[in-house]
């Protein structure tokens, strides 16, 4: 059982940076294809990136392409979400999510993804 922990939400102003932190335990997480997600208030959630087990390739949202980058340090079992050029529109709780055991596609299905954290929220103030 893999347990999924964030950190570094907060209160930003539009134009600003933020990196996301998600530190995992419980598993082999080298193993894992591991995606971030958001929720923004009133939608659904919805993919942000995901990251190959050996950090070599990514996947992204097109909403996020260009500014937001996915890596992993797998010495230390922890996902990073390095976020830029906030906007307000990227306001949501962000979700660092695992793949099950042995799973290789870098999906943006939230349904294909086993292990979930709770959640920082991330607010961008125009």
């Known amino acids: 059982q893999v347990q999924l922990v964030e950190s570094g939400g907060g209160l930003v102003q539009t134009g600003a940076s933020l990196r996301l932190s998600c530190a995992a335990s419980?598993?082999?997480?080298?193993?894992?294809?591991m995606g971030w997600f958001r929720q923004a208030p009133g939608k659904e959630r919805e993919f942000v990136a995901a990251i190959s087990r050996s950090g070599g390739e990514t996947n992204y949202a097109d909403s996020v392409k260009g500014r937001f980058t996915i890596s992993r340090d797998n010495a230390k079992n922890t996902v990073y979400l390095q976020m830029n050029s906030l906007q307000p529109e990227d306001t949501a709780v962000y979700y660092c999510?695992?793949?099950?055991?042995?799973?290789?596609?870098?999906?943006?299905?939230?349904?294909?993804?086993?292990?979930w954290g709770k959640g920082p929220l991330v607010t961008v103030s125009s």
């Open positions: 999510a695992a793949r099950p055991f042995e799973r290789f596609s870098l999906s943006a299905r939230f349904s294909e993804y086993a292990y």
């Open positions: 419980g598993g082999i997480f080298s193993r894992y294809v």
